[in-house]
């Protein structure tokens, strides 16, 4: 319960701050520290409570360990499992699947936090070493995801608003929009894992996960 909890109250956290903080410059690693160390325990639980359905024991420490930080690939078997066990569920589930799986904002999140998790926290640390990074800098990372929310419609129109106008207010609705595209990606994952253990998909512990990890869980903030 207190690992659901610390899981619910991370992604919070990291979208409270995504959608209400002004400047991303001095936002960006507080959002990519709760966040990848919130879906990395939200993708161990999704994972954890599959393999207790499958094999009616929970992983040991070491097979969870092995899993490091390595999001894209817990991602990849997430979304692997789940697809599978939400086979035989309703429309309404398989398409909050479906809309992850087709959200051009996930992925770049995905590899944005693994970089992150694995060796981005770092990055500006083993500069002042002189050491040589060969990995992008969490800067470029989320450049990557803000590029991918400027394929959605609204965020492009904000943006070609923006730069006709110029004016600070107009950049400001245009950050504003951008923010909430990558929010909103963070959530529709979120959910769509609730929703998912909620009817069952994980089995029967996972259904008490998924009321207690949902968004609609997380308290006053």
């Known amino acids: 319960m207190a690992e659901m909890t610390s899981t619910r109250n991370l992604l919070a956290y990291g979208i409270r701050v995504i959608r209400t903080g002004a400047f991303v410059d001095t936002t960006r690693d507080p959002i990519l520290t709760m966040l990848s160390i919130g879906v990395e325990k939200l993708y161990k639980l999704t994972l954890g409570l599959a393999a207790l359905d499958r094999y009616q024991a929970w992983p040991t420490t070491a097979e969870m360990k092995s899993r490091g930080h390595k999001l894209v690939e817990m991602h990849e078997a997430v979304i692997g499992e789940l697809r599978a066990r939400t086979a035989d569920k ?7 699947l479906a809309e992850v799986e087709e959200d051009r904002v996930v992925r770049p999140l995905i590899e944005a936090l693994d970089l992150y998790g694995c060796a981005g926290r770092f990055y500006y640390l083993d500069l002042l070493g002189e050491d040589q990074q060969q990995w992008a800098s969490p800067d470029e990372s989320w450049q990557k995801i803000e590029t991918a929310a400027l394929t959605n419609s609204k965020v492009a129109a904000y943006a070609a608003y923006a730069a006709d106008v110029g004016d600070n207010e107009a950049w400001a609705e245009f950050r504003g929009a951008v923010n909430e595209r990558v929010a909103a990606a963070i959530e529709r994952l979120w959910t769509m894992i609730a929703v998912c253990g909620r009817n069952h998909a994980l089995g029967e ?3 008490v996960f998924g009321f207690e990890v949902h968004p609609d869980a997380v308290g006053r903030q």
């Open 205 to 207: 512990s996972g259904g």
């Open 90 to 96: 309703s429309v309404y589930v398989r398409s909050l």
